[in-house]
Each structure stands twice: as structure tokens, then as C-alpha cells.
């Protein structure tokens, strides 16, 4: 299964100002229009329960999967559970469930906690990031706690405002 990370963030590296924001509070129409149809493309999206509270229903025409220890259990009070998967997998053990089921294609898409971990199991393919051009000073950080990753730019664009980058783990092969 090839798992594509997805990210937007500011120009020192964070992906909101707290936990509760929303990333169309400062992310380029562009942008959303860009991840919109790359996740519609690759067909099913993962995301921790903090994430999916700040969008609150699941993504359309996606199939949507929220990371909670919980395991959705204790999230009746979120609109919008319904069309969710709930999992308290860890990525292996999810991204090895989904691919014994066929699944070709997984988006990571945040927040903080998912892409560490994602990136720390060293599963993650390939990341599209984009630079949007603000700097935020304090908030919640793109990714912490693995060990280094090596990359390569596959293409970088004007997007919006800001950049897309489009990078591959170093000796992947399409
Ligand atoms: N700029 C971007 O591209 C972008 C993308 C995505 C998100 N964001 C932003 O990121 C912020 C949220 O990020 P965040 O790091 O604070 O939170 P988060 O990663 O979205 O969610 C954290 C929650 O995910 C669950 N979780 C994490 N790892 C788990 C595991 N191994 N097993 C089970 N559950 C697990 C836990 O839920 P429970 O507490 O329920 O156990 C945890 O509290 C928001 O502001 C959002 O807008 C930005």
C-alpha cells in the first residue's frame, strides 16, 4: 500500500496555531482545492480525533478514519460520527489490516500526533507539503519525535500564496 502524507504548514514548521483551529482558517483556497482532490484521488484518509473534531463530519466521496483511543466509543458527542471509522490501531497494525482487506492507497492527513507516528513507523511513502506564507511563532508542531527521514523533491509549485513540495522517502520506487 503506498501512503502519501499530507500537510500544510506555515513557514517555521507549525500546522496550526492550537489544536482547535481549523486549517481553512489559514490555508490558500488553492490549497484545499489541492487536497480536496489528491485524497479524493487516493480514496481513503486517516486522521487523529482532534483533527476530525475540527471538521466534524466526514470527508466526502473519502473513506474517513479517525485515530482515538477510544476507539469512537466515547464520541457521541462529535456531529458528524456517522460514515466514520473509529480505530485504535497503531499504523502498522492499521495500515496491515487495510492492506490485507485490498486497499492500495492511504493519506495521512494529520494532526501532529498522526504524522509523528506515521512517519516514526517509517511507512510513509511520499509527502506533499505546502509552505503557506505565514509564520506562526507558537503552536502545534508539523511532526516530532522520529529519527531522520531522507528525501527527495519529486516537483515543487506556486500554490496559492505558498509552495507545493512534493517529496519521496529516499529508494522508494513508484
Ligand atoms: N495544516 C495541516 O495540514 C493540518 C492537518 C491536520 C491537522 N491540522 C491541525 O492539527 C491540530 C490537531 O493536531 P493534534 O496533533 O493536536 O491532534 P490530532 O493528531 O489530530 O489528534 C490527536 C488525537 O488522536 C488520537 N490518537 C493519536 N494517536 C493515536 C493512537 N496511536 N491510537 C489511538 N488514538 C490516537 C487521540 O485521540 P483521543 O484523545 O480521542 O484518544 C489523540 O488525542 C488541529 O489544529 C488541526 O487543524 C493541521
Known amino acids: ?3 502519501t502524507l499530507i ?3 506555515s513557514a517555521d ?3 496550526a496555531q492550537n489544536a482547535k483551529q481549523s486549517s481553512l482558517d489559514w490555508t490558500s483556497k488553492e490549497d484545499t482545492r489541492f487536497f480536496a482532490d489528491k485524497t479524493k484521488d487516493i480514496g481513503a484518509v486517516v486522521m487523529g480525533r482532534k483533527t ?4 466534524g463530519r466526514p470527508l466526502k466521496d473519502r473513506r474517513t478514519i479517525v485515530m482515538s483511543s477510544t476507539g469512537g466509543s466515547e464520541t457521541e458527542k462529535f456531529e458528524g460520527r456517522d460514515g466514520v471509522e473509529w480505530t485504535r490501531e497503531t499504523p502498522a497494525e492499521l495500515v496491515a489490516r487495510l ?15 498522526i504524522y509523528s507516528q506515521f512517519l516514526e513507523s517509517g511507512l510513509v511513502n511520499e509527502l506533499f507539503l505546502t509552505v ?3 509564520l506562526f511563532g507558537e503552536g502545534v508542531p508539523f511532526a516530532t519525535g522520529f529519527g531522520r527521514i ?3 523533491l519529486v516537483e515543487s ?3 496559492g500564496g505558498g509552495i507545493l513540495m512534493h517529496f519521496e522517502r529516499t529508494g522508494y520506487k513508484m
Open 150 to 152: 531522507d528525501l527527495k
Open 1 to 3: 500500500m503506498k501512503i
Open 157 to 159: 509549485k506556486p500554490l
Open 99 to 113: 492492506s490485507l482487506k485490498g486497499l492500495t492507497g492511504l493519506a495521512v492527513c494529520g494532526g501532529s500526533t
Open 7 to 9: 500537510a500544510a504548514i
Open 52 to 55: 476530525f473534531e475540527t471538521i
Open 13 to 15: 514548521g507549525k500546522i
Open 132 to 134: 503557506e506564507p505565514v
